[in-house]
């Protein structure tokens, strides 16, 4: 291995910086999903799906991203948010196919289950690897 790559070899950092990103994209996705459950249920009812699951997308992605945000039961976070993405991906994405379909949807989900298996690295509130 380089010597550039020895000296900055630093999982933790790695890992932090994989749930800043998750925690961005997932709280500003849930976020106004929490706010207007009205509006996203109307799309859901389109699926098949009643606003108990509008409900259970919104908090799973807004306080999933909080918990990415700050490393705090980020195991289970990444979790939910991997099913979430599951669900995203075969209810609405896949039809579309992979490219400008479901590679967004699916680069989140394998983000989500690194954490899951991973955890969150040392820079967090609770948890430790």
Known sequence: MHKYFKKYHNPDVALLLLRLGLAAVFIMH????????EVVGGFFSSLGLNMFWVYVVAYVEFL?????LIGLFSRWA????AIDM?????????PKGFLGGYEFE?????????????????YSISEKS
Do not use: D
Not at 30 to 37: A, I, L, R, S, T
Not at 112 to 120: D, Q, V, Y
């Open 64 to 68: 999933g991203g909080i918990a990415m």
């Open 78 to 81: 990444g979790f939910l948010l």
């Open 30 to 37: 849930g976020w106004p999903k929490v706010q207007n459950p």
């Open 106 to 122: 699916l680069l989140l989900l394998l983000a989500a289950l690194a954490i899951h298996l991973a955890g969150p690295g040392k």
């Open 86 to 94: 599951i669900f995203a991906i075969y209810l609405v994405r896949w």
